[in-house]
């Protein structure tokens, strides 16, 4: 049976995603899918939520005017679908992110773009504190159907070794 499906009772089964400590390699390479094509309704929602009242987001006319020509989708909404794309394959059976660090922007995303996005592992070690977990560190990177890449980011997880996940050792 896969590691991704627990037996959970007779003829019952739960899907469980992601990797133990004891999985990710350095220098593998995970590419996340499925992408995702970003609407001017998400980038509106989004920006609103977050109160980042600046125009180039949300008022067309001003965006109109700028390098652009058109709106920009916020870049945190962006880092965030892509930090997203990545929690199956980096973080599912992680305790939490330890941080996120070197976040570049080097292209802009618009409306109607779709983005995909890849994580190659750059370094592990075992938690000195923590017997059952490991400290696992990718690079993100984010890039558009055509291939440009708009955004990379370093992120560090605290992640369970195998049978210590939460989806180990509770019924949820």
């Known amino acids: 049976m896969s590691d991704r499906i627990k037996e959970v009772g007779p003829g019952r089964y739960r899907e ?3 990797r133990y400590f004891e999985d990710f390699k350095e220098g593998d390479v995970y590419e996340h899918r499925p992408g995702r094509t970003l609407s001017e309704a998400d980038n509106t929602w989004f920006t609103l939520l977050t109160m980042n009242n600046h125009p180039i987001h949300f008022d067309a006319a001003y965006a109109a005017k700028s390098e652009f020509g058109k ?7 962006t880092l965030a679908i892509v930090t997203g794309m990545s929690v199956s394959d980096v973080s ?5 992110n330890l941080g996120w660090t070197d976040i570049r922007l080097t292209a802009p995303v618009f409306a109607g773009d779709t983005i995909y996005a890849e994580s190659q592992v750059l370094s592990k070690r075992e938690s000195k504190s923590r017997p059952h977990h490991g400290i696992v560190q990718v690079k993100t990177t984010g890039m558009k159907a055509d291939g440009t890449v708009f955004m990379t980011f370093e992120r560090t997880v605290l992640v369970a070794k195998r049978g210590y996940a939460v989806d180990d050792v509770a019924n949820y």
Not at 71 to 77: A, D, E, I, M, Y
Not at 92 to 96: E, F, I, L, R, Y
């Open 16 to 18: 469980s995603y992601g």
């Open 71 to 77: 709106p920009l989708v916020n870049s945190t909404l």
């Open 92 to 96: 599912q059976k992680a305790v939490g």
